[in-house]
Antibody
Framework: EVQLVESGGGLVQPGGSLRLSCVAS????????MTWVRQAPGRGLEWVAN????????YYVDSVKGRFTVSRDNAKSSLYLQMNSLRAEDTAVYFC??????????WGQGTLVTVSS | DIVLTQTPLSLSATPGQPASISCKSS???????????LHWYLQKPGQSPQLLIY???NRFSGVPDRFSGSGSGTDFTLKISRVEAEDVGVYYC??????????FGQGTKVEIK
């Protein structure tokens, strides 16, 4: 069974940093592009970033370029999202999803990030 | 970036009756490999999104056959042949034609009458 478990969310002040983690199980993590998608409270879905299986290609939505960095540790079946210079508009539930080159097959339950003073 | 526009934004469906959602793309989500990268997701209340249809018309594993997708070019449709109570939630179309950018439609909220 595919499982994706996010963690690391919480309350952070504007300008602060946070690192999200996603631990995967039930599939060959090292052979799959992985993705972060976010959902602001009461809003729709927004693709944030994805990272190729070998870490060679990473892509970001324009609004987070230069502030967020996606990385992975295939030995630990883990995906990360380092978020710096956080803004109020980054407040959202962040989902980790399997896939990204084509579509997102499975999603985690998400972790809530709140940026507020 | 490709913009996806869904209609309607909300839908009150009658159990046992059909329902459909439209997704119009600002440009074709067709890639050079000949595949059209337009997909549909359902987010049930309090849950994370789940993949329903990929590449226009392919049902994902475990998705009931009352769900179907169709379309080409810039116009796409998700159809539910006979709506059931468990189909409530928000439906999103998504395009992944551009490797460096993926976008979602605004979402269509489906309720049961």
């Amino acid at each position: 069974e595919v499982q994706l478990v996010e963690s690391g969310g919480g309350l952070v002040q504007p300008g602060g940093s946070l690192r999200l983690s996603c631990v995967a199980s039930g599939f060959n993590f090292g052979s799959t592009t992985m993705t972060w998608v976010r959902q602001a409270p009461g809003r729709g879905l927004e693709w944030v970033a994805n990272l190729k299986e070998d870490g060679s290609d990473e892509y970001y939505v324009d609004s987070v370029k230069g502030r967020f960095t996606v990385s992975r540790d295939n030995a630990k079946s883990s995906l990360y999202l380092q978020m710096n210079s956080l803004r109020a508009e980054d407040t959202a539930v962040y989902f980790c999803a399997r896939g990204g080159a084509r579509y997102f097959e499975y999603w985690g339950q998400g972790t809530l990030v709140t940026v507020s003073s | 970036d490709i913009v996806l526009t869904q209609t309607p934004l909300s839908l009150s469906a009658t159990p046992g009756q059909p329902a459909s959602i439209s997704c119009k793309s600002s440009q074709s989500p067709l890639r050079s490999d000949g595949k059209t990268y337009l997909h549909w997701y359902l987010q049930k209340p309090g849950q994370s999104p789940q993949l329903l249809i990929y590449e226009v018309s392919n049902r994902f594993s475990g998705v009931p056959d009352r769900f179907s997708g169709s379309g080409s070019g810039t116009d796409f449709t998700l159809k539910i042949s006979r709506v059931e109570a468990e189909d409530v939630g928000v439906y999103y179309c998504m395009q992944s034609a551009q490797i460096s950018s993926k976008t979602f439609g605004q979402g269509t909220k489906v309720e049961i009458k």
